[in-house]
């Protein structure tokens, strides 16, 4: 897992990683993230698709973007886009724009969503599914002493508010390797959730385990490197 990382590695440098999703122990899916910077912006990419014995049985893709921006407050979302196809039928498929200074995030006409829909926040940053984890990652470099995170969450359905908590470090296998991550926990009724951190280098998760619908989700880094200039 070291070997992954240089010790000039910084939080929110851009960079390639690649993640393995396992459903009840299963694996599924192979994920790509990839993150550039484009002038004062970032834009960050995420392509999954079914694999092995999963893609014979259902062929299933992901892939979703965003674009943001780092000011004084953390992360702040500009766009979100998310297509969800399972045997080439659209299964999911979200476009917001977010204006954070306006507190208004504005939905763009899809095959799933044909009406413009506005939904107004509260001051302060908006994050998305997609960087929400690089928010956390930020953050967590930022203000290593801080314990607790909100955020305001646009979807393309809605606008939540979650919280999350640094629970303390906690040793977690990973490539045969001990590593003594940072733990992340959702806070807020629903789904749980948890995100461990690689201390040295928080600018991404190494492994997420959720609980929704019943199943159990767990996405693991398999492989990370920097992008070039």
Do not use: C
Not at 99 to 109: D, F, L, M
Not at 170 to 188: F, G, V, Y
């Amino acid at each position: 897992m070291v070997g992954f990382f240089s010790a000039s590695t910084q939080a929110l440098e851009p960079h390639t990683a690649k993640y393995q999703l396992s459903i009840n122990g299963l694996k599924i899916a192979e994920e790509i993230r990839i993150l550039n910077k484009l002038e004062d912006n970032y834009f960050y990419t995420a392509n999954a698709k079914t694999t092995g014995i999963a893609a014979l049985i259902k062929k299933y893709s992901v892939a979703a973007s965003s674009t943001f921006a780092i000011e004084q407050l953390g992360v702040n979302s500009i766009n979100y886009q998310i297509m969800e196809l399972e045997d080439a039928q659209v299964k999911k498929n979200y476009s917001i724009d977010i204006n954070a200074k306006r507190h208004k995030v504005v939905s763009n006409p899809t095959k799933i969503q044909p009406t413009v829909l506005t939904w107004y926040a509260n001051p302060g940053v908006i994050v998305d599914p997609l960087n929400l984890f690089l928010a956390l990652a930020h953050d967590l470099k930022k203000t290593p002493n801080k314990t607790d995170f909100h955020y305001q969450m646009a979807n393309g359905k809605s606008i939540e508010q979650q919280h999350y908590r640094k629970t303390g470090n906690q040793l977690i296998s990973l490539n045969q390797k001990k590593i003594n991550a940072i733990k992340i926990e959702k806070i807020d009724k629903g789904d749980q959730l948890e995100a461990y951190f690689f201390p040295e280098y928080p600018h991404l998760p190494i492994s997420i385990k959720q609980v929704k619908n019943g199943r159990d989700y767990h996405y693991k880094i398999t492989d990370f490197q920097l992008n070039s200039l």
